[in-house]
């Protein structure tokens, strides 16, 4: 054993205590990760919503964090989203850096005009002079047995308005990652958590105060025959689609779009070039769904790579039914493999 490889020893002689390992996390526990991370670094950060303090969120994501960063800094609101996201718009214009927090995607229909009206234009309206450095999380889509306003997919709505960024990770460590790179951002984030995979695994996720990235795609598998588009809780079942192609030969490459807006669509079409083929997933209705966008890019864009019609496997146009009905509603594992398979035969 050579001097490099030899274990480490303290002063006297006691071998050194190895080095911690970070332990391995969920993917609301990696919000809270980076909630806290970013609020020790910056003191303009602070954290805003329904019962985010005392009870630390309806779904814990902000558990802790008034205990440590006090009542002025971790702020619990009334029962009115219009006024959270108006004081954050406000907070954001005057130097601060808000972390609001819709508590369910459906309660996120009051806080539009603010959003809309205001914090997307800001940078515009002023020629840059102000900018609105503000995250608005919203726990997203269904599968958790709640009722419909609670469990909606409606992350089209922001992706078609100018200004805003649109991000939804699918695990804990691009949570991780990209909520740091949202609250670093001077303009507006939606940050979408699907909440139906809050706890479903756990990562490794160092607290090194690392952001990745926004605005591109993570090819999450590779493959050559076709390729599967996705985002946020359907990522699990786009990959067990591809796992169940992949045992009768067939290679699917795999692509977690995490930001919605602006789309890194370089990556797709890449992707479609390789594989001539296309299938989108997602949870939202399918009626002007992003897949829609994605869709209509590939055609303008990549119409003669494919070797075949695109594929959108989606909701249905109606409300999120009630739990007996949910997972009937949501994009299944056969549906995914379905869907490629026509396309192989079309091809």
């Known amino acids: 054993m050579n001097a490099?490889?030899?274990p480490k020893t303290l002063a006297g002689g006691a071998p050194?205590?190895?080095?911690?390992?970070a332990p391995a996390i969920t993917l609301i526990e990696a919000i809270t990760q980076a909630l806290a991370y970013e609020m020790r670094q910056d003191p303009t950060v602070l954290v805003l919503g329904e019962d985010v303090g005392v009870n630390g969120g309806v779904f814990r994501a902000t558990a802790g964090l008034q205990q440590q960063f006090g009542p002025e800094r971790v702020l619990d609101t009334p029962l009115d989203e219009t006024t959270i996201a108006g004081l954050t718009v406000g907070l954001a214009a005057q130097g601060m850096k808000p972390v609001a927090e819709s508590q369910f995607d459906g309660f996120v229909y009051p806080m539009v005009d603010h959003i809309v009206c205001h914090a997307a234009r800001f940078r515009y309206r002023t020629r840059?002079?102000?900018?609105?450095?503000m995250v608005l999380r919203v726990p997203w889509g269904g599968g958790i047995r709640a009722p419909e306003h609670h469990s909606e997919a409606n992350e089209a709505i922001f992706t078609?308005?100018?200004?805003l960024r649109v991000v939804m990770p699918s695990?804990?460590?691009?949570a991780y990652g990209m909520l740091l790179a949202a609250i670093r951002d001077p303009d507006p984030v939606i940050f979408m958590e699907p909440k139906r995979i809050y706890r479903q695994y756990k990562e490794v996720v160092p607290d090194d105060g690392?952001?990745?990235p926004l605005d591109v795609c993570y090819v999450l598998r590779d493959g050559s025959d076709v390729t599967l588009v996705t985002w946020g809780a359907q990522v699990k079942e786009t990959l067990e689609a591809a796992d169940r192609l992949?045992?009768?030969?067939?290679g699917a490459e795999v692509i977690d779009v995490a930001t919605l807006k602006p789309l890194d669509f370089a990556t797709i079409a890449e992707s479609v070039a390789k594989t001539g083929r296309c299938v989108i997933v997602h949870e939202a209705p399918k009626t002007a769904g992003f897949g829609a966008e994605i869709a209509a890019r590939l055609a303008e864009e990549s119409m003669y790579d494919l070797l075949a019609p695109v594929e959108r496997v989606t909701g249905y146009d109606t409300h999120i039914p009630l739990f007996r009905l949910e997972m009937k509603y949501l994009p299944s594992v056969e549906r995914i493999v379905a869907a490629a398979k026509r396309t192989l035969a079309a091809g």
């Open 16 to 21: 050194a205590a190895p080095a911690a390992v």
């Open 128 to 133: 840059g002079r102000l900018t609105c450095p």
């Open 210 to 212: 690392e952001a990745l």
């Open 171 to 174: 695990s804990p460590a691009r």
């Open 4 to 6: 490099e490889n030899a």
């Open 160 to 163: 078609n308005v100018p200004g």
């Open 246 to 250: 992949a045992a009768e030969g067939i």
